[in-house]
């Protein structure tokens, strides 16, 4: 490209900051009348033009912090104290302390650091001078050193270095901070350019075509500036939802697809419904504070007939079974708790079922539950949960497979395999696995079964096959988002935000 085609593709931010660009980005902005941001738009652009390159690095930088702007202003501590004892030669300590006007941690500080550097001596309670004349008047190291400041880090020099060391025990006297330097090198054709744009007339340059223009004729003469139509623009970043809330909306467009009605719940919920409603028993470990979040304040039953006829389940079991064999107490059940899965909602669904007469629905939940996990890589004390249940007389542990490999394979995972496993509230029941084609492994994903008589028969009236699953949802987005620690799924790092993309097709 021509130097005279770049100069007429130079917008007035670029023209302006042109003449300046040997000088400090500070200079730049004072001589150019621009404001930092708007300078460092204009530096960009005439990097794309190939004007200027741009160069940055970062320093670490030890300034004043908030106690050492007030000390560089009325002395240090010391230099106060020393100031008072020179006057008097000895004096008593509670005297000095009420003299120097310094609170309990600075007369302290003000007391080691003078018998650190022998000035002073401590008997009977009082304070005695040691400094000869000279050493009272001279400037200590720190002194000269908070009187240098800002410095950086690397140039340091052994004195200052002692100085540091000896401030940074002390609390806010300074700081150190990482700060961005940019640097320019101009182009040869940068230069070039900047000797030839020196000729330009501003007056003459056109940015826009107004009617204005049109109608008085004002465009003859003048000259348009060209449209800059290759050189590359700033990434624009606009507002989108979070990518969880991405992958949520997307599972809830899977079900309601499949034809599945949502269930609604709180987050807060009994013991009732979290467990004894699913046939847990009551001293099963999960119902330990070391796994459960407990919330002050007992929860409301639902009616008599419910609560009893689940009682009767754990205690001595429905037809053909025989409970847990214990004495089931109403008092756990009415713990209140944050839910430890979604399942609970699957619970009183059921019920809701039986209060409308309904004999069949096909039911989904997508939503947060609470476990008292350990943080790492791969758990966290919150996470989502997707849960469906399929009440129907017909149902079979077949459709339920395949449903679950129908949701699994929307969400881009094509290879799914189930292995028989336990749960309290399921027979038969099983767990399903999904293959990571990049880690070349597979991931445990979700548990499943069909309800047992002691969780239907006392929620719905009767036994009815309810094919039933709960998966852990968190670990299917961070595949599909490729993120590899859990953690960064709720630290909102804007960049990390910006970049992720959904990833399934």
Request: hydrophobic fraction near 35%.
């Amino acid at each position: 490209m021509e130097t005279k085609e770049i100069i007429e593709k130079l917008s007035p931010m670029e023209r302006k900051v042109l003449p300046y660009l040997e000088e400090s980005l500070e200079k730049i902005g004072e001589k150019s009348g621009l404001d930092p941001t708007s300078v460092l738009r204009a530096l960009e652009f005439l990097k794309n033009k190939d004007v200027v390159k741009i160069k940055e690095k970062t320093e670490k930088i030890v300034d004043l912090d908030v106690n050492g702007i007030l000390y560089k202003k009325k002395g240090l501590p010391e230099r106060n104290l020393l100031n008072i004892i020179a006057e008097k030669k000895t004096i008593d300590l509670e005297e000095a302390k009420k003299q120097s006007g310094l609170n309990e941690n600075e007369f302290k500080a003000a007391l080691g650091a003078l018998k650190k550097k022998a000035l002073i001596k401590l008997a009977n309670g009082k304070i005695l001078l040691e400094a000869k004349p000279e050493e009272i008047t001279k400037k200590s190291l720190e002194e000269q050193f908070l009187d240098s400041l800002p410095l950086n880090l690397e140039n340091l020099k052994p004195e200052q270095k002692f100085a540091l060391d000896s401030l940074k025990k002390r609390k806010n006297i300074i700081t150190v901070e990482e700060k961005k330097i940019i640097t320019l090198e101009i182009t040869s054709l940068g230069k070039k350019i900047m000797a030839s744009s020196k000729d330009i007339d501003e007056s003459k340059m056109l940015e826009k075509l107004t009617p204005e223009i049109i109608k008085n004729k004002s465009w003859r003469g003048k000259k348009f500036r060209r449209y800059d139509i290759i050189s590359p623009l700033p990434k624009i970043s606009g507002g989108k939802r979070h990518f969880v809330n991405q992958a949520t909306d997307y599972a809830r467009k899977i079900w309601t697809e499949m034809g599945f009605e949502e269930m609604p719940g709180d987050l807060i919920t009994s013991g009732f419904w979290n467990f004894d409603a699913l046939y847990t028993p009551q001293d099963h470990p999960a119902r330990e504070l070391h796994d459960t979040f407990f919330i002050a304040g007992n929860s409301e039953l639902p009616e008599k007939k419910i609560v009893q006829a689940v009682k009767q389940a754990h205690e001595s079991g429905t037809e053909g079974s025989k409970g847990w064999r214990y004495s089931w107490k109403e008092d756990d059940a009415e713990k209140t708790l944050l839910r430890t899965h979604t399942t609970c909602l699957s619970a009183q669904t059921l019920v809701k079922l039986r209060e409308q007469g309904r004999k069949k629905g096909k039911f989904f939940s997508v939503g947060k539950c609470f476990r008292n996990e350990t943080v790492d890589w791969s758990h966290g004390f919150e996470f989502n949960q997707t849960e469906g249940i399929v009440v129907d007389e017909n149902a079979t542990l077949p459709n339920l497979l395949g449903y679950l490999k129908a949701f699994l394979k929307k969400m881009g995972f094509e290879k799914v395999r189930f292995r028989p496993h336990y749960f309290p509230y399921t027979e038969p029941s099983v767990e399903a696995d999904v293959y990571d084609e990049k880690a070349k492994r597979w991931i445990e994903v979700l548990g499943a079964g069909i309800f047992r008589p002691e969780v239907t028969e006392p929620l719905l009236g009767k036994y009815v096959p309810v094919l039933a699953w709960g998966m852990g949802f968190d670990r299917l987005v961070m595949q599909n988002f490729g993120v590899k620690d859990m953690r960064d799924m709720y630290k909102n790092n804007l960049t990390q935000l910006r970049e992720l993309k959904f990833l399934v097709k």
